[in-house]
């Protein structure tokens, strides 16, 4: 039974995330397409029952359930309408998708990312939540919701005093509640099929990138990053925090590469790509799981402004950027002011866990040290991140003072890895309940797809990778229609657009044809 | 040919991964153990209950029984007061912490107290813990109850 559930879930959630990439105007490769469909109807699943909340509906099966329902047949009446113009036999005809190829050589890495995923579902399926704050705050709330049929039940009338966990966003406490009521007891198995489209999603990334077994190798470091597998199994924000906001970065980038705006999306009647605002909206959803991803967003303005000066007029870059904090902005409304503040029975203020003394730049400092020296290095480090910083480290290095040339690819990211770096220590310094140990190092998560896809353009990686790809096809003519060849992550609409693999090995291949 | 040898090579470098420094110590201790736990528990016919006193450990059954032996009473609205701590800390010298109301609330849908909760004055039972095991001792008089919040003053609350 709960396998069945589990199943309607996947193919609403499905449904209502392909409804959203088509409504963004977004046409995605099948693999891409797929798992950002699942997230994003994960993402779209964690909402309604908040939503269904704030509007003081009872939460129980047929509300949850039926809202999900909903809201999938509601994203794809342009689907819709679509086959009752065309007919469905030509929208199903449009949906086949393509063989699944890989090449042998890929399969080790295939089992091994299997095993690690397994035992990561097992023990979301079979062990109940463990983390104190899980148990402390929005499992409880979780729980008690499921019983009482609302999120402002009995846990709020106990002594509260020792946590501050019941005073988060709702993403969790939402998806729990789902879980539980499809059958699963200790629900959790929701951050199973999150972790499975991310680590399929980064594969596709970063081989399209590298060689297929440079590909396996960086996402296996990524995985084998203890503290991040840990959190694979244990419910918390940050794991899915940290896959949004990768995940709207990598369409962020995508956009750039843009020579020109596609898509159908309109935004004050101007023509706005799909990728664009897909970036947007993930990054909307990784403020609504965690708000303070708000202000890690705006170091991303000056970015996007750097980019596409001189492609638009100032008036069109302004309207970018505030299209770009838009939905983070709403997410923190919601979350923050609105329900914390003001809907759940006790009142939480943000503004009384601000740092009091902000003219004292001294702890501001002392945080950006503590976490090179104890989070990015020495023997702690290597317990909680494994190898792949120092991985990083010593390509970064070497590219930049061996090959001193960087792709506008690479820069990308490692503005990214910076702008994290600043934002969280700034953090740290300006609400003092981000403790380092703990806070601040979950928040770093969100480094490693970042530090991964640097990886995956970093200079000498590429090299290597051209080099294994020559050697490999070395006897074999190159066929202009090669099938094998990986192809780019976001097909367009408009066929001028430039692709996402127009750097590294591909294109090195395509420059020797 | 070439496909083989690049298996040879993706096997190898995972190896080579998985046998390295830290990694070894963590393979082992994580991954591999957690593959010999999953042996043992898909043929496991533990109960939910069951299997949270195992994750859970002591904490959830000493909460666990406390609702039984309250069931078992009938104590009607009964308010748990837990000895602080840092009492076990400081004054027994023992490893152990009781939880605090939110999680002894979703263990046990019952209302636990510190002795800093606003409820700690409407508590009518006591939890203690000692060498000798737990007990859990009725509150009978608002007098009683004020000497046990005066003797555990002194002992702030700690998680």
């Not at chain 1, 969790?172 to 099929?193: D, E, N």
């Not at chain 2, 957690?34 to 042996?39: G, P």
Request: glycine share 6%.
């Amino acid at each position: 039974m709960p396998l069945l559930a589990f199943l309607l879930l996947l193919i609403a959630q499905i449904l209502s995330g392909y409804g959203i990439l088509t409504l963004l105007g977004l046409r995605l490769r099948t693999s891409y397409a797929l798992t950002l469909s699942i997230l994003l109807g994960i993402a779209l699943s964690s909402f309604l029952p908040f939503l269904l909340q704030l509007c003081w509906i009872t939460l129980t099966g047929p509300t949850i359930f039926g809202s999900l329902a909903v809201a999938a047949l509601l994203l794809n009446i342009p689907a819709f309408l679509r086959i009752r113009r065309e007919g469905l036999p030509a929208v199903v005809r449009s949906f086949r998708p393509g063989p699944f190829r890989f090449r042998v050589y890929e399969v080790p890495f295939f089992l091994v990312m299997a095993f690690f995923l397994f035992i990561s579902i097992w023990r979301c399926y079979y062990l109940p939540p463990l983390s104190r704050d899980a148990l402390s705050g929005p499992e409880a709330i979780a729980e008690f919701a499921v019983r009482e049929h609302t999120m402002i039940n009995s846990f709020f009338r106990v002594d509260l005093w020792s946590t501050n966990n019941p005073y988060k966003s709702p993403y969790l406490v939402s998806l729990q509640m789902i879980y539980k009521l499809a059958g699963f007891p200790f629900g959790q198995i929701w951050l199973s099929v999150v972790v499975v489209c991310f680590t399929v999603f980064l594969y596709q990334a970063v081989k399209e990138k590298v060689h297929p077994v440079l590909a396996g190798l960086l996402v296996l470091l990524l995985t084998m990053a203890p503290e991040l597998y840990a959190y694979t199994f244990m419910i918390l924000y940050d794991y899915s925090n940290m896959v949004f906001f990768f995940l709207s970065l990598y369409f962020l980038f995508g956009w750039f590469r843009e020579e020109r705006p596609t898509g159908d999306a309109l935004f004050f009647a101007e023509r706005i790509p799909g990728t664009y605002y897909c970036s947007v909206l993930l990054m909307g959803i990784a403020t609504y799981i965690r708000s303070e991803t708000l202000v890690l967003a705006l170091f991303f303005l000056p970015l996007i402004g750097w980019r596409v000066r001189g492609k638009y007029s100032a008036g069109k870059i302004s309207r970018y950027l505030v299209l770009f904090v838009a939905p983070s902005l709403l997410a923190y409304y919601l979350t923050v002011p609105l329900y914390l503040g003001h809907y759940i029975p006790i009142h939480y203020k943000v503004a009384g866990e601000v740092n009091a003394h902000l003219s004292n730049l001294g702890p501001l400092f002392q945080r950006y040290r503590d976490i090179v020296t104890r989070l990015f290095t020495g023997v702690f480090a290597v317990h909680l991140w494994g190898y792949i910083l120092y991985v990083f480290a010593a390509l970064f290095l070497a590219e930049l003072i061996l090959l001193r040339r960087l792709s506008k690819e690479a820069c990308n990211w490692l503005y990214a890895i910076a702008a994290l770096y600043i934002g969280v220590g700034f953090l740290g310094w300006l609400l003092p309940l981000m403790n380092l140990n703990e806070t601040t190092k979950r928040s770093l998560f969100k480094l490693l797809p970042l530090i991964v896809l640097y990886l995956a353009n970093n200079g000498w990686l590429i090299r290597l990778s051209g080099w294994i790809s020559h050697w490999e096809q070395a006897k074999q003519p190159i066929s202009t229609t090669d099938k094998n060849t990986p192809k780019p992550a976001l097909a367009r609409a408009n066929p001028s657009a430039r692709t996402t693999s127009s750097s590294g090995a591909n294109s090195k291949k395509k420059k020797r044809k | 040919m070439k496909s083989v040898l690049l298996t040879a090579l993706s096997f190898a470098l995972i190896l080579l991964l998985v046998n390295i420094g830290f990694y070894k110590e963590w393979f082992q201790d994580k991954p591999l153990r957690y593959w010999q736990d999953f042996l043992k528990e898909k043929d496991d016919t533990a109960n939910i209950q069951a299997i949270r006193a195992e994750r859970y450990g002591f904490n959830y059954t000493m909460c666990m029984r406390i609702k039984e032996v309250l069931e078992k009473k009938k104590a009607g609205h009964a308010i748990i007061l837990f000895e602080p701590n840092s009492y076990y800390r400081d004054s027994l010298h023992m490893t152990i912490h009781v939880p605090e109301p939110a999680v002894f609330y979703y263990y046990t849908g019952l209302e636990g107290v510190w002795i800093n909760s606003p409820d700690a004055v409407k508590a009518n039972f006591l939890v203690r813990i000692s060498g000798k095991g737990v007990r859990l001792d009725a509150i009978k008089t608002p007098g009683q109850r004020q000497q046990i919040l005066d003797f555990y003053k002194k002992y702030p609350p700690i998680l």
